[in-house]
């Protein structure tokens, strides 16, 4: 249909624009929308947090020693690579939602799968599968939030996500810690088929994301999607300018993977990509799936371990939804420049704590602390803009695979350090473990401060245009200059 329209650029969108009928029910679509990418996000931090609790008995029934423990607690991950690689083709050629329906159901047939593993290769390989799901869904679901939400809503709807993987972290060690004497690790691990499915209902029913339409139909197509989604005919006819300004200026040599080598696109690369390194390298992954061991290791005894891991999970959930609902407020740039230099004091704390092998009364009681503090730092500013950034960077034209690398650089730091931390433990010890993360910490607030600049505030169009015209850069908020 959108070929009968006129050439003249306004004549076309307001044409598109008197086709359009604002949705009432704009804010209900976008939390349905919202509920759906949280569930996603819980399984993704279920799935991943409920080897925290299951690895104890999966250790018994296996046998399992060190190195086979971080192979079985590391296998998702790996899956989780390949996830995010491969959904970045079939988020493009199939759409977002579309990916996102696939994914809900890779996450209950996996899950049951891994359940059912009768040995410990086939657990191995169904937690892969597993992976992928996982992988897959921290590639598309924040992409498809970010394009689906008003500029000024953005950050808050797609830490959304950051929220529900705490609070599947808090679901799956409270079961862990909870039910470890009543469910075995198999009942634990396939109760997340139930959620899967109510994704994949959910999903049914939303729209797509009207960028993605854009690119693949045009902008009558578009605005059609983007009236289930917006109140009034000023909300889509402002986007409609903004998506159609980025369309003209695309470029085939920029499409797809391709657009990623662009010199312009460069600094957003790695802004994204570092932030997500050092999201992951900074051990805060480690923590989750491994604080039970560590504090086993270092005297604790197994329920104290247990509980301890509640008390983690619960931290990152609790702060990332304070971080959630202030990111748009803060800025995504200052929230990890004043929240990183915690986490290096609470690791060096914590080495010093294990160092001196204190496991009772004061001692402990300040082991647990530091602990928690790191948790507190970390889970409330890296961590939260590390998934953001990720969502909002990249064009248009190549942000189905550049969301993919992303995800994959995220995945792929948190399998080195999931994969080798408790060799490093067993090779130096866990207080020269905890100082080596403590600086690791550091060089991110170094990285932060001279490569990501502000984009709250700013539309995914903004910051596109201000990549473009080289203003993309940490003096500036790019929200002000756009």
Same mark, same amino acid.
């Given at each position: 249909?959108?070929?009968?329209?006129?050439?003249?650029?306004?004549?076309?969108?307001?044409?598109?624009?008197?086709?359009?009928?604002?949705?009432?029910?704009?804010?209900?679509?976008?939390?349905?929308?919202?509920?759906?990418?949280?569930?996603?996000?819980?399984?993704?931090?279920?799935?991943?947090?409920?080897?925290?609790?299951?690895?104890?008995?999966?250790?018994?029934?296996?046998?399992?020693?060190?190195?086979?423990?971080?192979?079985?607690?590391?296998?998702?991950?790996?899956?989780?690579?390949?996830?995010?690689?491969?959904?970045?083709?079939?988020?493009?050629?199939?759409?977002?939602?579309?990916?996102?329906?696939?994914?809900?159901?890779?996450?209950?047939?996996?899950?049951?799968?891994?359940?059912?593993?009768?040995?410990?290769?086939?657990?191995?390989?169904?937690?892969?599968?597993?992976?992928?799901?996982?992988?897959?869904?921290?590639?598309?679901?924040?992409?498809?939030?970010?394009?689906?939400?008003?500029?000024?809503?953005? %950050?808050?709807?797609?830490?959304?996500?950051?929220?529900?993987?705490?609070?599947?972290?808090?679901?799956?060690?409270?079961?862990?810690?909870?039910?470890?004497?009543?469910?075995?690790?198999?009942?634990?691990?396939?109760?997340?088929?139930?959620?899967?499915?109510?994704?994949?209902?959910?999903?049914?029913?939303?729209?797509?994301?009207?960028?993605?339409?854009?690119?693949?139909?045009?902008?009558?197509?578009?605005?059609?999607?983007?009236?289930?989604?917006?109140?009034?005919?000023?909300?889509?006819?402002?986007?409609?300018?903004?998506?159609?300004?980025?369309?003209?200026?695309?470029?085939?040599?920029?499409?797809?993977?391709?657009?990623?080598?662009?010199?312009?696109?460069?600094?957003?690369?790695?802004?994204?990509?570092?932030?997500?390194?050092?999201?992951?390298?900074?051990?805060?992954?480690?923590?989750?799936?491994?604080?039970?061991?560590?504090?086993?290791?270092?005297?604790?005894?197994?329920?104290?371990?247990?509980?301890?891991?509640?008390?983690?999970?619960?931290?990152?959930?609790?702060?990332?939804?304070?971080?959630?609902?202030?990111?748009?407020?803060?800025?995504?740039?200052?929230?990890?420049?004043?929240?990183?230099?915690?986490?290096?004091?609470?690791?060096?704390?914590?080495?010093?704590?294990?160092?001196?092998?204190?496991?009772?009364?004061?001692?402990?009681?300040?082991?647990?602390?530091?602990?928690?503090?790191?948790?507190?730092?970390?889970?409330?500013?890296?961590?939260?803009? %590390?998934?953001?950034?990720?969502?909002?960077?990249?064009?248009?034209?190549?942000?189905?695979?550049?969301?993919?690398?992303?995800?994959?650089?995220?995945?792929?730091?948190?399998?080195?350090?999931?994969?080798?931390?408790?060799?490093?433990?067993?090779?130096?010890?866990?207080?020269?473990?905890?100082?080596?993360?403590?600086?690791?910490?550091?060089?991110?607030?170094?990285?932060?401060?001279?490569?990501?600049?502000?984009?709250?505030?700013?539309?995914?169009?903004?910051?596109?245009?201000?990549?473009?015209?080289?203003?993309?850069?940490?003096?500036?908020?790019?929200?002000?200059?756009?």
């Amino acid at each position: 249909m959108q070929d009968t329209c006129p050439n003249d650029r306004n004549a076309r969108i307001d044409l598109a624009v008197k086709a359009t009928q604002p949705s009432p029910n704009a804010g209900i679509v976008l939390a349905a929308a919202s509920i759906a990418a949280a569930i996603c996000g819980g399984l993704y931090g279920y799935d991943t947090g409920i080897i925290s609790g299951a690895l104890l008995s999966m250790t018994s029934e296996f046998h399992l020693d060190h190195q086979m423990q971080e192979i079985v607690a590391a296998a998702i991950l790996a899956g989780a690579v390949i996830g995010a690689l491969l959904s970045s083709w079939s988020s493009e050629r199939f759409g977002r939602k579309h990916t996102i329906l696939a994914v809900a159901a890779l996450f209950a047939v996996g899950a049951v799968a891994c359940g059912l593993a009768p040995t410990v290769d086939v657990l191995i390989i169904t937690r892969i599968v597993l992976g992928m799901a996982v992988g897959a869904s921290t590639q598309v679901v924040p992409m498809y939030i970010s394009e689906l939400a008003p500029h000024d809503r953005r %950050g808050t709807l797609v830490t959304v996500f950051n929220v529900a993987i705490g609070a599947g972290i808090v679901f799956a060690n409270i079961i862990g810690f909870g039910l470890h004497e009543v469910w075995t690790w198999r009942s634990m691990v396939m109760v997340a088929a139930i959620p899967a499915g109510i994704v994949f209902t959910v999903m049914l029913f939303m729209p797509y994301s009207p960028r993605w339409i854009a690119e693949k139909q045009g902008l009558f197509e578009a605005a059609q999607t983007l009236q289930k989604v917006r109140s009034s005919h000023g909300e889509i006819r402002h986007e409609l300018t903004q998506i159609d300004d980025i369309e003209r200026t695309v470029k085939s040599d920029a499409m797809g993977w391709r657009g990623i080598t662009q010199p312009w696109v460069r600094p957003a690369l790695v802004a994204a990509l570092g932030v997500a390194f050092f999201t992951q390298c900074g051990g805060l992954e480690m923590m989750i799936y491994y604080s039970p061991t560590f504090l086993l290791n270092a005297g604790f005894g197994r329920n104290a371990a247990l509980l301890s891991s509640v008390g983690v999970a619960l931290v990152y959930a609790l702060v990332t939804l304070a971080g959630c609902l202030l990111i748009d407020r803060i800025g995504r740039r200052r929230l990890m420049l004043v929240m990183i230099p915690g986490s290096v004091l609470s690791l060096i704390g914590l080495g010093i704590m294990f160092a001196l092998d204190t496991h009772g009364g004061l001692g402990g009681i300040m082991t647990i602390l530091c602990l928690l503090l790191f948790m507190m730092f970390n889970s409330g500013g890296i961590q939260i803009c %590390g998934w953001l950034l990720g969502a909002e960077l990249f064009p248009l034209e190549m942000r189905g695979p550049a969301t993919a690398l992303h995800a994959a650089t995220l995945w792929g730091s948190n399998l080195v350090v999931t994969g080798t931390a408790l060799s490093v433990v067993n090779a130096v010890g866990l207080g020269v473990t905890m100082w080596i993360y403590a600086s690791i910490n550091l060089l991110s607030f170094i990285f932060v401060f001279f490569f990501v600049p502000e984009t709250a505030g700013a539309s995914l169009e903004d910051i596109e245009n201000a990549l473009r015209n080289k203003k993309f850069s940490k003096e500036f908020n790019i929200k002000q200059i756009s």
